[in-house]
């Protein structure tokens, strides 16, 4: 099934025009329903102006001033969507921090699209790990959009990180239409005689079975890691040599209590992402 609903992360970044491009053609191409998502970066209980004595004016001036920022962000949003032709859009406003808005708004989307956090381009006005937020507390598919790439290669090749785990069964699952419409996708497998219980006797076959029913062209690498390079990296690494424009893989809390860091691997790639990764947790 094709995505019908996507929500976009609209906010002040410089980098949300191409954010913005790479989610209007992902609508098109699924003729989905596309959501720009604007958060005003404060918590609604400010809204009430009873939370500091006196303070009413500044944080009324405050809040003004938020809110401009995000109906220009939206406006920037609809102009867009309606030069990509988008048939179907709307814009939300969201009196919220970022990371709590958009992940109630992933319940009733089919996909999230929000950009990797930039260290040169803090934005005061939500956290930095906005996008590591979402996965853990919305339950669906989040495709990051790095801030490095102009997405040119997105739809060529995707690579599937595969370990056979429920993250990775779920990552690949919310990336169907997607990778449906990618020219070649590769499953790539690290080190998996370690794990021979969820591979199987030929560690990858079945998941490229199951691709391929789909209709989807796809090719097996089994690759092993060296003590002196990890998983991640040695993904990121693969991942440039093959010339891939989309990486698909599961996303791992370090915490079942607090779900507030994440494992090394994700984190890792999430920091140095070069192309947009869709990741499920």
Sequence with gaps: MPYRTIAVHVNASRHTRERIVLAARIAVENDAHLI?????????????????????????????????HAEKALADFEQIADRNNVRSFEKRLIEDEAGEALSLQARYSDLVIVGQSDPAEPLSSERSDVAEYVLLNSGRPILVAPYVDDHSNFGSRAVIAWDGSLAAARAVNGALPLLRATRQVQV?????????????????????????????????????TTPDIDVANALLSHVADYGAGLIVMGGYGRSRLSEILLGGTTRTVLQSMTVPVLISH
Aim: net charge negative; charged share 15%; glycine share 12%.
């Design 36 to 68: 720009g998502v604007a958060p005003t970066g404060v918590l609604p209980i400010l809204y009430s102006g009873g939370m500091v004595p006196g303070a009413a004016p500044v944080l009324d001036a405050c809040l003004t001033y938020m809110k401009e």
């Design 188 to 224: 790539v497998l690290f080190n998996p005689e370690i794990s021979l219980r969820a591979h199987g006797e030929e560690p990858g076959a079945d998941i490229a079975a199951y691709l391929v029913r789909h209709g989807i062209n796809v090719d097996v690498s089994r690759q092993k």
